[in-house]
């Protein structure tokens, strides 16, 4: 039996302390021929690169009205998100949106096209999200929330959103909904971010 932390946390700091190679400790510097700094193995050579991380999510609608979902983690414990996530490795963004709007929500959706990518620099993140239709509104909300519930447009509880990226990506959606067109939008999250508003 392997002595395991009482409590887990996560995403883990993005600085490395040791090489996953070989074990030792590793450097901060910048590789030959390389512009970045990166944490560098000077016994084994391995240089531990670092790059953003992609977030993927849905806007699942049923009928007129949007899924969100109550968070039932860490951060924004307890705000309203559309459902989303870290991408895994070895799957697509539209595989990933489907997963994590199942493994939130529990509800059966057809993926429908790209809606929103956002470059969030100071989050080290992008976010995908696609367009959705809900084939059966039946809810069974997973451990991550501790509701999933449906919005009409003038219901979203805009007070209490989780993220700007789920901000903006509602207010487009909202705004495209009065000319019936809803193209790809491309946009940043400007750094630093404002103080009030969550990043
Ligand atoms: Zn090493």
New binding site residues.
Partial sequence: MTAHASTFYFPSPRTEKF?S??G?ALTRMVPPGDSHERDV?E??G?VHYQNPRNVVGALPVWEGKILLCLRAIEPRYNTWTLPAGFMELGETTGQGAHRETIEEAGVNIELGPLYTVIDVPHAEQVHFFYLAKVLDPALAPGEETLEARYFAPNEIPWENLSFRTVITTLEHYLRDLETGNFPIHHYSIPIPPPKQRPA
């Fill in positions: 090489c190679q070989c030792k193995c016994n084994c391995a």
